[in-house]
């Protein structure tokens, strides 16, 4: 267990729906990472935000949004679903800015 | 910006031997890379990481060298068991302003260890 937690577990939903995947870090974590997991593209790097506040973004579409909260928590919006953002979802955290992430369980999206 | 390869993409091997994963790096700035193993229905897990300033790193069964030079690196797994089967990923941190701190994935390497 890396002591980072995501909710939901499983999230099954429609298309052109909109959802909300939560991450809580590791206690005294102040960074978060968003990747997304999909067969064809591997693991990728989504967005970070580090104490609050946007540092990093990769390549994460318009549709998606995030957010970190004071208590550190962040959340991951995707709106407008496709089909095609079918994935499993991981956020990370790590104390610093730069340094050891560590995942969490996953959220498995599906949009039927 | 960085690329990671890694090789092979399946890998069996009979448990007891080794097994060995390689991964390239285009950025030679990068300076940091750890590996993830994941199993079926659960998050990457660290197994080790190494820092550009070492070029070998073990825990237990588990060793990571790095040949900076040639911009690669790889996972050594001696005395395999079963309970080794799973994804392993190799990743680099690149050092590029706002990059830093984002890790650049290989597309991982799944390996069986037969008892």
């Known amino acids: 267990d890396s002591g980072v937690t995501q909710t939901p577990k499983h999230l099954i939903t429609a298309i052109g729906q909109r959802v909300t995947l939560r991450c809580s870090p590791r206690?005294?974590?102040?960074?978060v990472y968003w990747y997304q997991q999909s067969l064809d593209q591997g693991l990728q790097f989504l967005i970070q935000y580090y104490n609050g506040e946007e540092r990093a973004k990769g390549n994460i579409l318009e549709r998606f949004s995030a957010q970190q909260f004071p208590d550190l928590h962040s959340e991951l919006n995707l709106s407008s679903l496709e089909l095609g953002d079918s994935a499993l979802y991981f956020c990370?955290?790590?104390?610093?800015?730069?340094?050891?992430?560590?995942f969490g369980p996953g959220t498995r999206l599906t949009v039927l | 910006g960085e690329n990671v390869e890694q090789h092979p993409s399946t890998l069996s091997v009979q448990e007891g031997d080794s097994a060995v994963i390689k991964c390239t790096y285009s950025d030679s700035a990068s300076n940091y890379f750890p590996w993830y193993k994941q199993e079926l229905g659960k998050g990457p897990q660290l197994i080790i990481d190494i820092r550009s300033n070492v070029g070998e790193k073990k825990d237990q069964r588990i060793a990571v060298t790095l040949n900076k030079t040639a911009k690669h690196f790889s996972l050594h797994i001696t005395e395999t068991q079963p309970e080794d089967s799973a994804v392993y990923f190799c990743a680099a941190e690149p050092v590029d302003g706002g990059s830093q701190g984002n890790l650049i994935f290989g597309k991982g390497t799944k390996l069986s260890v037969k008892p």
């Open positions: 206690s005294g974590d102040l960074s």
């Open positions: 990370a955290s790590s104390v610093f800015k730069s340094d050891t992430q560590y």
